[in-house]
Protein backbone atom coordinates (compact mmCIF):
# COMPACT_ATOMS: atom_id res chain seq x y z
CA UNK A 1 0.00 0.00 0.00
CA UNK A 2 1.40 3.54 -0.54
CA UNK A 3 2.38 5.79 1.57
CA UNK A 4 0.01 8.38 0.58
CA UNK A 5 -2.89 6.48 2.09
CA UNK A 6 -1.73 5.62 5.42
CA UNK A 7 -2.68 8.05 8.47
CA UNK A 8 -0.60 10.09 10.37
CA UNK A 9 -1.60 8.31 13.42
CA UNK A 10 -0.47 4.79 12.03
CA UNK A 11 3.48 6.74 12.58
CA UNK A 12 2.64 8.19 15.97
CA UNK A 13 4.69 6.50 19.04
CA UNK A 14 2.48 4.76 21.48
CA UNK A 15 0.71 6.31 24.50
CA UNK A 16 3.18 6.65 27.38
CA UNK A 17 2.34 3.73 30.28
CA UNK A 18 0.25 5.33 32.47
CA UNK A 19 1.79 5.38 35.97
CA UNK A 20 0.49 2.54 38.96
CA UNK A 21 -2.04 3.35 41.09
CA UNK A 22 -0.83 3.63 44.68
CA UNK A 23 -2.78 3.45 48.11
CA UNK A 24 -3.92 5.73 49.87
CA UNK A 25 -3.44 4.30 52.92
CA UNK A 26 -0.41 4.35 55.39
CA UNK A 27 2.28 2.15 53.30
CA UNK A 28 2.73 -0.10 56.62
CA UNK A 29 5.12 -3.41 55.80
CA UNK A 30 6.30 -5.72 57.59
CA UNK A 31 10.17 -6.28 57.74
CA UNK A 32 9.48 -9.00 55.23
CA UNK A 33 7.39 -6.66 53.18
CA UNK A 34 10.31 -4.53 53.42
CA UNK A 35 12.99 -6.47 51.92
CA UNK A 36 10.62 -7.67 48.89
CA UNK A 37 10.34 -3.68 48.21
CA UNK A 38 14.19 -3.69 47.99
CA UNK A 39 14.37 -6.73 45.92
CA UNK A 40 12.27 -5.83 43.44
CA UNK A 41 13.97 -2.01 42.96
CA UNK A 42 17.18 -4.53 43.31
CA UNK A 43 15.68 -6.51 40.28
CA UNK A 44 14.24 -3.58 38.07
CA UNK A 45 17.70 -1.70 38.35
CA UNK A 46 19.45 -4.56 36.80
CA UNK A 47 16.40 -5.64 34.05
CA UNK A 48 16.64 -1.57 32.99
CA UNK A 49 19.73 -2.10 32.16
CA UNK A 50 19.85 -5.04 29.90
CA UNK A 51 16.07 -3.81 28.31
CA UNK A 52 15.46 -1.41 25.33
CA UNK A 53 12.36 0.75 24.03
CA UNK A 54 8.77 -0.31 24.91
CA UNK A 55 10.82 -2.83 27.78
CA UNK A 56 12.47 0.05 29.47
CA UNK A 57 9.49 2.22 29.96
CA UNK A 58 7.60 0.00 31.72
CA UNK A 59 10.29 -1.60 33.74
CA UNK A 60 10.85 2.52 34.32
CA UNK A 61 7.03 2.81 35.62
CA UNK A 62 7.51 -0.20 37.89
CA UNK A 63 10.68 1.13 39.40
CA UNK A 64 9.13 4.63 40.26
CA UNK A 65 6.63 2.59 41.73
CA UNK A 66 8.55 0.21 43.88
CA UNK A 67 10.78 3.81 44.65
CA UNK A 68 7.88 5.69 45.87
CA UNK A 69 6.40 2.67 47.80
CA UNK A 70 10.25 2.26 49.56
CA UNK A 71 10.50 5.94 50.48
CA UNK A 72 6.76 5.59 52.06
CA UNK A 73 7.22 2.56 53.85
CA UNK A 74 6.60 2.22 57.48
CA UNK A 75 8.31 -0.97 58.88
CA UNK A 76 6.17 -2.23 61.80
CA UNK A 77 7.91 -4.58 64.25
CA UNK A 78 5.64 -7.56 65.13
CA UNK A 79 4.72 -8.60 68.90
CA UNK A 80 5.97 -11.28 70.07
CA UNK A 81 2.50 -12.41 71.91
CA UNK A 82 -0.01 -10.25 71.00
CA UNK A 83 -3.38 -9.94 72.88
CA UNK A 84 -5.97 -9.18 69.57
CA UNK A 85 -5.36 -9.34 65.61
CA UNK A 86 -3.27 -6.48 64.84
CA UNK A 87 -1.17 -5.55 61.48
CA UNK A 88 1.88 -8.60 61.69
CA UNK A 89 -0.06 -10.86 63.33
CA UNK A 90 -0.48 -14.68 62.38
CA UNK A 91 -4.58 -15.19 63.20
CA UNK A 92 -6.22 -18.64 62.64
CA UNK A 93 -10.18 -18.11 62.51
CA UNK A 94 -12.83 -20.61 61.73
CA UNK A 95 -14.92 -19.60 58.91
CA UNK A 96 -17.72 -21.29 57.39
CA UNK A 97 -16.88 -24.35 59.10
CA UNK A 98 -12.58 -24.37 57.93
CA UNK A 99 -9.83 -23.46 60.24
CA UNK A 100 -7.37 -20.81 58.09
CA UNK A 101 -4.34 -18.98 58.86
CA UNK A 102 -4.15 -15.80 57.94
CA UNK A 103 -0.90 -13.32 58.00
CA UNK A 104 -1.86 -9.38 58.22
CA UNK A 105 0.75 -7.74 56.05
CA UNK A 106 1.18 -4.73 53.69
CA UNK A 107 -0.52 -3.96 50.81
CA UNK A 108 2.24 -4.84 48.93
CA UNK A 109 3.40 -8.00 50.58
CA UNK A 110 -0.49 -9.44 50.42
CA UNK A 111 -1.04 -12.72 48.53
CA UNK A 112 -4.09 -14.26 49.51
CA UNK A 113 -2.87 -17.79 47.94
CA UNK A 114 -0.97 -17.98 50.59
CA UNK A 115 -2.79 -17.04 53.45
CA UNK A 116 -1.30 -13.06 53.85
CA UNK A 117 -3.78 -10.31 53.67
CA UNK A 118 -3.39 -6.79 53.19
CA UNK A 119 -4.16 -5.32 56.74
CA UNK A 120 -6.61 -2.67 54.30
CA UNK A 121 -9.07 -5.46 53.13
CA UNK A 122 -12.23 -6.42 54.73
CA UNK A 123 -11.12 -9.40 56.29
CA UNK A 124 -8.98 -7.72 58.14
CA UNK A 125 -10.61 -4.81 59.21
CA UNK A 126 -13.29 -7.58 60.75
CA UNK A 127 -10.42 -9.00 62.76
CA UNK A 128 -8.68 -5.81 63.75
CA UNK A 129 -8.93 -5.65 67.45
CA UNK A 130 -10.47 -8.73 68.27
CA UNK A 131 -9.40 -11.38 70.79
CA UNK A 132 -9.13 -15.08 71.02
CA UNK A 133 -12.50 -16.58 71.09
CA UNK A 134 -14.11 -14.10 70.18
CA UNK A 135 -16.70 -13.64 67.54
CA UNK A 136 -16.81 -11.41 64.59
CA UNK A 137 -18.92 -10.18 61.43
CA UNK A 138 -17.63 -9.73 58.32
CA UNK A 139 -20.20 -8.32 55.65
CA UNK A 140 -19.64 -9.56 51.85
CA UNK A 141 -21.79 -10.29 49.20
CA UNK A 142 -25.19 -8.70 50.85
CA UNK A 143 -24.84 -10.75 53.82
CA UNK A 144 -23.09 -11.13 57.32
CA UNK A 145 -20.40 -14.00 58.03
CA UNK A 146 -19.76 -15.02 61.49
CA UNK A 147 -15.94 -15.57 61.96
CA UNK A 148 -14.19 -17.23 65.32
CA UNK A 149 -10.82 -16.16 66.25
CA UNK A 150 -8.72 -18.73 67.65
CA UNK A 151 -5.49 -18.59 67.91
CA UNK A 152 -3.03 -15.20 67.22
CA UNK A 153 0.51 -14.72 66.93
CA UNK A 154 3.21 -12.28 66.18
CA UNK A 155 4.94 -12.77 62.55
CA UNK A 156 8.03 -14.22 62.48
CA UNK A 157 10.27 -11.17 60.76
Known amino acids: MSRAFTKEIDDAPPP ?3 ERTMSMAPNL ?12 IDRLDAAIADATGD ?22 EATEHPAAVAFGTQVSIKRGGRVTTLSIV ?47 RGLAN
Open 55 to 76: QQAGLSRDLRYWSARRATMQVV
Open 29 to 40: VTKRGAAQIQSE
Open 16 to 18: PLE
Open 106 to 152: GEDEADPATGHIAWTSPLANALLEAEVGEVVSLSAGGRDEAIEVLEI
